[in-house]
């Protein structure tokens, strides 16, 4: 999509949820390892577009914690089924059937923010929950489904490899009740200045999820390193003290300034940083309890009008749509250690970074991809430099990295070939990033 100067709107909160009824109890869950479940999370049947959704009032919570689930649907009767995605996706939890009711209609907050502000359907117990990212799977007594997505985050990242579950993006995106931070009724103009938590995500309720991160979550699982899991709005100070790395995914665009500060400063602490994507630390928002405020003309400015991305990245965006060729130009560097090829196509997409003014000055070249935006010769690159505290920080520079972890079903004409690729090389660079301080390439 096109690329706008940012701008920065705090506003204070999305108006008072109306008084509701104390949500319906749900025991504690059981952890099940139910035969054959790694697929049984998917959705079969979306239904109509209101048929049934909903939304969690907690963004994450910790382990044994409590969270409300919203649900609105025209269905007689509803269930919910909660699976821990990663590696092996399993069912932690089935909730009894709950009365459906069809709740009220989006409200228009602020002039620009929409939002559902629903009464509580539901209260659900994570004891016995591990940490973890997951979905909830609401299931209508008619036969539609809706995902909901939730984050048992941990309560200390010391000593692990931190996942990120880039939450305040995928809000940016969507689309629910007809606003986002990109478009509204009659466009860009009639866009959301700020979005609220409170409603559900557009589609299936986990596109951005799906998309860009469930895969890159499994090899990250699988490569048996510690793990901790937060998302971009755990990101506050002393949530990443000790951590080893942190991990960002495929697209994570949006970042506040304390988001920032406290990954940079983790960064100069010797933690080190891996962005799987493209274009990330672009818009600089606002956030202010369940809002995401981005008024992409006043008042402020891309990250990179007053402190280039580069700078902690390594490498900054640079196209959209792009649309190319991924090569490799340092085979012999640990991260591509045990891979084979050295030139994938389709990977290089759909938006692209190289290097640029700000980019840390003894930063490394991994891969560089040559080909066209719209007609402007230029390249994509992947990066790597050491920071003075001796943390690694790599880049991706597409945003197909974890994409290509899915082979073919990627998409864009990326080969089977790529998911090795792409899955080896993620897997040493958590396997080195998990000992401490990566170092010297």
């Not at 999509?1 to 204070?12: D, E, Q």
């Not at 602020?110 to 299931?139: F, K, Q």
């Not at 290509?404 to 993620?426: I, L, Q």
Request: with cysteine; hydrophobic share 40%; aromatic share 8%.
């Amino acid at each position: 999509m096109r690329k706008i100067l940012v701008l920065l709107l705090l506003v204070a909160g999305c108006g008072s949820v109306p008084p509701a009824p104390a949500p319906q109890p749900v025991s504690a869950p059981t952890p099940t390892a139910t035969t054959g479940v790694q697929e049984s999370w998917r959705i079969t049947r979306r239904g109509a577009e209101h048929e049934i959704e909903g939304y969690a009032d907690q963004v994450s919570v910790l382990p044994g914690e409590r969270f409300q689930l919203r649900v609105s649907t025209t269905a007689p009767h509803f269930s919910a089924i909660a699976f821990r995605m990663g590696a092996n996706p399993a069912k932690v939890w089935e909730s009894p059937e709950v009365k459906g009711e069809r709740q009220a209609p989006m409200k228009i907050v602020g002039g620009t923010v929409t939002a559902a502000h629903w009464r509580p359907s539901l209260g659900v117990d994570t004891t016995g929950w591990p940490e973890g990212a997951y979905l909830i799977r609401l299931d209508a007594s008619s036969g539609a489904q809706r995902y909901v997505p939730i984050t048992v985050r941990s309560a200390s990242t010391a000593g692990r490899v931190v996942i990120v579950n880039a939450v305040t993006t995928w809000q940016a995106y969507n689309l629910w009740g007809g606003r986002s931070l990109y478009q509204g009724p009659g466009g860009f103009d009639g866009r959301s200045r700020a979005v609220t938590f409170d409603r559900p995500y557009d589609h299936d309720g986990a596109r951005l999820f799906l998309d860009f991160e469930k895969e890159a979550l499994a090899v990250a699982e699988q490569s048996h390193v510690p793990l901790a899991y937060l998302t971009s709005l755990d990101i506050k100070p002393g949530v990443l003290d000790g951590a080893r790395a942190v991990v960002s995914l495929g697209h994570d665009e949006y970042w506040s300034p304390g988001m920032r500060g406290v990954v940079t400063k983790a960064r100069d602490s010797g933690t080190n940083l891996a962005f799987l994507g493209a274009n990330a630390v672009y818009w600089r928002i606002a956030t202010h309890g369940r809002t995401v405020a981005c008024d992409k003309e006043r008042l402020c400015r891309l990250w990179r009008d007053s402190e280039p991305e580069s700078g902690l990245v390594g490498q900054m965006y640079d196209c959209f749509p792009a649309e190319g060729v991924y090569r490799v130009t340092r085979p012999s560097h640990w991260i591509f250690a045990g891979t084979k090829g050295g030139s994938f196509p389709g990977m290089v997409g759909v938006e692209a970074d190289k290097v640029s003014p700000g980019s840390p000055g003894k930063v490394q070249v991994l891969a560089e991809s040559p080909y066209s935006c719209g007609g402007r010769a230029t390249v994509s690159h992947s990066t790597y430099y050491v920071a003075p505290s001796g943390a690694g920080v790599f880049a991706s520079g597409t945003m197909r990295w974890v994409c290509a972890m899915r082979g073919r079903r990627c998409g864009h004409g990326v080969p089977d070939r790529a998911a090795a690729f792409t899955r080896r090389a993620t897997t040493n660079l958590l396997t080195r990033f998990a000992k401490g301080p990566a170092g010297a390439p």
